[in-house]
């Protein structure tokens, strides 16, 4: 997206160095990661970041409204709500296809937005491995907000841990070394000093919540949650007995889970923004539009892209039984705008903010990438393919 950059990288990039990088990455996890990580970073100049930042902050002005928890409620299904909800989210992650305008200049459109943790610990181990084995420009950082890997690491630090020690605080997880992102997980733990726990392994007394350290039971005072609720039904039935989160338990939750449906793919038909595409709630739509084809349908409570119709026919709207629960929005298009050996590569760039007690705003600390060649950015669309998978932008200082 930086041309001249994109040019020297793509002249320097040999499969020798690709190799040697992949081998720097497993070698401080080995086989800790299942997905492809890509040949190169993204460059995004101070215009392109500026562009979605804007986005990001027009999305939080309306977080900030005093009545968005009451327009929100619904989005929380009723059997997922959990009590002690805090008042602001700790993390939030924005997505952004990297689209052309009319005039052929890079435009960043919203593909997502979750209030739910990313990976905040892996996207710091693998710039650093992009900066040791090949050449990154000087005035371009993975980092946002002006902060070094030493500040970064720091705020994460305040956000998930706070004043607490460490042992008390766990990132939660359905089997976490059984995640493909387990690799987040074991990088979190080195920088913050906490656990990965399996659901399956939190003891109950009461209203607290204890887990194993060391051949020691240890209190758990706070929880990074990582556990997808959707996720966690599908394997409700394998995973045996353990304890119901939505209860009302003497815990702290880093980002509380309510706050994952609160802002999501329910919150965008109510943002206006040139960068965020148009959205309806199904139910409220008054005709089908004419131009059906410019459009997908999203089920509001799935994720990882789970029952998204991208070729949306009338039929489709008519065998939605419960409408309420899905969106119609305008279509993103992809620009084929990473040049690569071959065919060009698509771009989907996640800003991920944190946002501190006692702050009045989060503000934007780190960022991921997904290049992609297929009809969507996920793997099963990219299977054989180079120069896709995950990886991370370097920002223009």
Not at 80 to 87: D, I, L, M
Not at 106 to 131: H, N, R, T, W
Not at 191 to 219: A, S, W
Not at 351 to 357: F, G, K, N, R, V
């Amino acid at each position: 997206m930086v041309p001249g950059l994109r040019e020297l990288y793509n002249q320097q990039f040999t499969p020798a160095l690709y190799q040697q990088f992949l081998k720097d990455l497993d070698n401080g996890y080995p086989g800790a990661i299942e997905f492809r990580v890509a040949e190169t970073p993204v460059f995004v100049d101070k215009t392109f970041a500026a562009k979605m930042i804007d986005a990001c902050e027009s999305i939080i002005d309306v977080v900030l409204e005093p009545g968005f928890t009451e327009l929100t409620e619904r989005a929380i299904p009723d059997a997922e709500r959990v009590p002690r909800e805090t008042n602001h989210p700790h993390m939030i992650a924005f997505d952004f296809g990297v689209c052309l305008n009319d005039q052929g200049e890079a435009e960043p459109q919203l593909i997502e937005m979750q209030g739910f943790p990313s990976l905040y610990g892996f996207q710091v181990y693998m710039a650093d491995s992009f900066k040791k084995n090949f050449v990154m420009p000087e005035n371009y950082s993975p980092f946002l907000n002006g902060h070094t890997k030493e500040s970064y690491i720091q705020v994460l630090k305040e956000v998930i841990v706070g004043d607490l020690n460490p042992e008390n605080v766990i990132l939660l997880e359905i089997k976490p070394d059984e995640q493909k992102t387990r690799i987040d997980f074991y990088c979190t733990r080195d920088y913050l000093g906490i656990q990965p726990v399996c659901i399956t392994d939190l003891i109950q007394e009461g209203r607290e919540l204890y887990y194993i350290l060391n051949g020691q039971k240890t209190r758990i005072l706070r929880i990074y949650n990582r556990v997808i609720f959707d996720d966690l039904q599908a394997q409700r039935a394998a995973l045996g007995q353990f304890p119901d989160i939505t209860q009302d338990l003497d815990v702290e939750w880093i980002t509380h889970p309510n706050w994952f449906y609160r802002i999501s793919k329910f919150t965008m038909p109510f943002i206006q923004h040139p960068y965020v595409p148009e959205s309806y709630f199904l139910n409220e739509l008054k005709q089908i539009p004419g131009n059906l084809g410019d459009f997908v349908l999203k089920p509001l409570f799935s994720f990882a892209g789970q029952g998204v119709v991208i070729d949306v026919t009338p039929e489709d709207i008519d065998a939605v039984k419960d409408p309420e629960n899905w969106i119609l929005q305008k279509k993103v298009k992809y620009a084929d705008i990473i040049p690569t050996p071959d065919i060009p590569a698509k771009v989907e760039i996640r800003i991920m903010y944190l946002w501190e007690d006692g702050e009045s705003r989060p503000q934007p600390a780190i960022n991921l990438a997904r290049l992609s060649k297929g009809k969507m950015i996920g793997v099963r669309y990219n299977k054989d393919k180079e120069w896709v998978g995950g990886t991370v932008s370097f920002f223009e200082r």
